[in-house]
């Protein structure tokens, strides 16, 4: 078999799928650099990821987001945990499809749910968390599409890290 090995790995899904976690196991498996796009958002702007939100909006954040996932384009060797929201982006996709070998880490709505509200208080639930359920299956629902069309699909609900892992260093071949 003639398959080129991925030089960058993309763990795309909705919060609470699992990608930071799954991504620091990988980038330790693989020797591949881990990289938290929130993280470097952070980085770049010298703003937490709930200030911007709050201050300059969500549509200037995914400014940033948009910006920080360009520069890993010529980035080798790396896995990237994304933003929930990263994918979702039209001019983001690209990346996605031809850049990197993209896994979609899949979370059910209610795991997803349980996940992201345990022990938390709801001013430090991330900001599109806080909304009336509703609004949180609406946005759910329709990015599930997106990330199926994007990523090879791996469902989290009952693995666990080292798992999805294991599975994603099979499937990628590395
Ligand atoms: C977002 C997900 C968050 C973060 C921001 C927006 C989203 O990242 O980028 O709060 O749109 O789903 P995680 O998926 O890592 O929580």
């Known amino acids: 078999m003639n398959r080129r090995i991925p030089r960058r790995i993309s763990l795309i899904g909705?919060?609470?799928?699992?990608?930071?976690?799954?991504?620091?196991?990988?980038?330790?498996?693989?020797?591949?650099?881990?990289?938290?796009?929130d993280s470097l958002v952070e980085q770049r702007t010298g703003r937490?990821?709930?200030?911007?939100f709050k201050v300059e909006g969500e549509k200037t954040f995914r400014s940033y987001e948009s910006q920080a996932l360009m520069t890993l384009q010529e980035q080798n060797d790396i896995v990237i945990s994304t933003g929930g929201g990263t994918p979702i982006q039209e001019n983001n996709r690209r990346f996605f499809s031809e850049l990197s070998f993209t896994v979609f880490l899949y979370v059910s709505f209610d795991e997803m749910l349980k996940r992201t509200f345990a022990g938390k208080k709801s001013s430090d639930l991330r900001p599109l968390l806080q909304q009336p359920v509703k609004g949180i299956e609406n946005l759910y629902r329709q990015?599930?599409?997106?990330?199926?069309s994007l990523g090879v699909k791996i469902i989290t609900d009952n693995a666990t890290p080292m798992e999805i892992c294991d599975e994603i260093v099979f499937l990628s071949g590395l």
Do not use: N
């Open 14 to 37: 909705f919060m609470g799928s699992g990608k930071t976690t799954v991504a620091r196991l990988l980038s330790v498996k693989t020797g591949y650099k881990y990289i938290d796009l």
């Open 143 to 148: 990015r599930l599409p997106v990330y199926e």
């Open 48 to 52: 937490s990821v709930q200030e911007i």
